[in-house]
């Protein structure tokens, strides 16, 4: 296990391409001699967008890695890990996927049984095992405050007699839950624009894990204010994963540690190339 400590701050800017939904390309040819660099499929949790990608892309880009990444529909985890798999599938060549927060349990589904993965990296992530929940995850170990700060508002489900409930995090709360070490004026910005997510979907039971059969890299949060810490390094011993931590980072440390994630997700590309 290695552990990294804050790097400077970076305040995001600018938006991905296509509305913050989607980027795609390259900054730079892959040496001659290594060929051609794997596709990094970054796909993000709930209470967010593929906007919280933004540094880490950018640094991935001028790496020379080609980049996705896909809005992940946040509905339910059968239908969501499908969307996800039907990206990857029109992708060429291997393909590292990464996901942050709920974000785990997606690619942990849609990466089963695709010859094109070549390794899976959690980003302060659900990584289940088969038949538990994001839900189940959460409460294994004290320290979550998301509960708490939680808002519901029903949406009508076409053909169901009874609406699906999706999950906020209330604006007043959301900095001092899910992003506490970004500037307020920024978590501002991202509370008013965050996507929900259903709360039946997070209760969704998981497939047979990816993790078993494709290598894995987990960064921890240690100030992690959603999914506690422990429950992460738990997650990250069961996979077998190759753990970094990255100290004093709150649930997004793919935005405040954009370095520490690009890091280790080189680690993974250097590991299985």
Known sequence: MVSERHPRRRVLGGMLAAGGALTL????????????RPTVVLVHGVFAD???????TERLLRAGFPVIAPANPLRDLAGDSAYVRSVIDTLPGPLILVGHSYGGEVITNAGRDHA??????????????????ALDLAKKYPGSRLEPALIGRPYPVPGAEQPGLDGYIDPAKFHDVFAQDLPRSQTRVMATAQRPGSIGGLAGPSGVPAWRTVPSW?????????IPPAAQ???????????????GASHVVMMSRPDTVVRHIEAAYRATR
């Open 218 to 226: 987990y960064v921890v949060a240690t100030e992690d204010r959603v």
């Open 25 to 36: 390309g390259t900054a730079a040819p892959a040496s001659a001699h290594s060929g051609p």
């Open 116 to 133: 094109n993965v070549k390794a899976l990296v959690y980003v302060a992530a659900f990584a289940p095992d088969e038949g538990e929940s």
């Open 233 to 247: 390094r738990f997650m990250a011993e069961r996979a077998k994963s190759k753990v970094v931590e990255a100290e």
């Open 50 to 56: 593929a906007s919280g990608w933004s540094a880490v």
